[in-house]
Each structure stands twice: as C-alpha cells, then as structure tokens.
C-alpha cells in the first residue's frame, strides 16, 4: 500500500511537521524524535487498516454461501436472514409473493412499510425479501399461498 499511496502522505505528513515546527517548544531532537512516533503511528494505522479487504470478504463470502440459509414462516410474518417481518401490522404490510424461477429458485416477497414524517406526508419503504427454495417443498409452497391469501387479503399471492 506504501508503495501505491505514499504521496498522500506527503501533505498531512508536512502540516504536522510544520505545526510541531511552529508551535512546538524545545530542541530539534525531542521534536524529531516526537515527529517520528507520531509518523510511525499513522503510518501503522493506515498499512494494518489497509489490510483485510477484498480477501477478508472473499473468505466471508465462501462462509456464508456454505450455511444453510435459515428462513421461517409463521402465522405472524417471515424470519429470514435474521430479519422478521410481519405479514400485516399497522405500518408494514405484504403487497405481493411470488415464485422467481431463476436459478437458484426462491420466493420473492414484497412488503411496503409506512413510515412516518414529522415535516410532511408518511413515506413507503419498499422491502424485498427472497428466500431459496429447497427441492421437494411445493407442498408447503400451496399451504403457504392458502394461508397467505386468507391472512393478507390486498396482495397479490402467486407462490402455486
């Protein structure tokens, strides 16, 4: 990364040393020596924070793909990706479900949450959900979609 970045250093790196020059009592050593710690610091700080990127989240990725995905459905709403959100309460509420038949196959749900606005009117949050399909659950896909018509009556409800 030093080898890349260094000349964005060269400006902060100067306005420190310039301000010790300035306002800083006492001999060159003890400034030099005081520089050179506050430098070295930065300087840690930016190569260890440079550190971790793009392969941290390539081995995060690869981790999160090896998990089962975790999702419910309840009488109440949907758990999913450690979010629950309810079918129907007083601001949030299902709009549409259906069956997205790309690979990997999942359900799509859409929510609309109302949210309220001390300067003017109410703002609609979209939210969209999609929850993989394991193979062999079409009889649970029907029971979801009987259970979802007689709960959310307004939305529109594809999932069979």
């Given amino acids: 990364m030093l080898a890349r970045d260094w000349r964005r250093f060269l400006f902060p790196f100067g306005v420190i040393i310039g301000g010790v020059a300035v306002f800083c009592p006492g001999s060159w050593l003890f400034k030099g020596a005081y520089l050179a710690i506050v430098c070295g610091a930065i300087l840690a700080v930016a190569v260890s924070g440079g550190r971790g990127g793009a392969p941290h989240a390539d081995k995060l990725h690869a981790r999160l793909l090896a998990v089962a995905p975790e999702a419910y459905f309840g009488r109440d709403g949907l758990y999913a990706d450690g979010v629950f959100t309810p079918w129907l309460n007083v601001s949030t509420y299902l709009v549409s479900a259906g069956v997205d038949e ?41 029971r979801l979609q009987r259970e979802l018509i007689a709960r959310c009556p307004t939305a529109r409800i594809t999932l069979a």
């Fill in 102 to 142: 790309r690979e990997p196959r999942s359900l799509a749900f859409n929510f609309e949450r109302i949210v309220p606005n001390p300067y003017g009117p109410n703002q609609t949050i979209p939210i969209h959900q999609a929850v993989l399909v394991p193979a062999g659950s079409e009889d649970d896909i029907a």
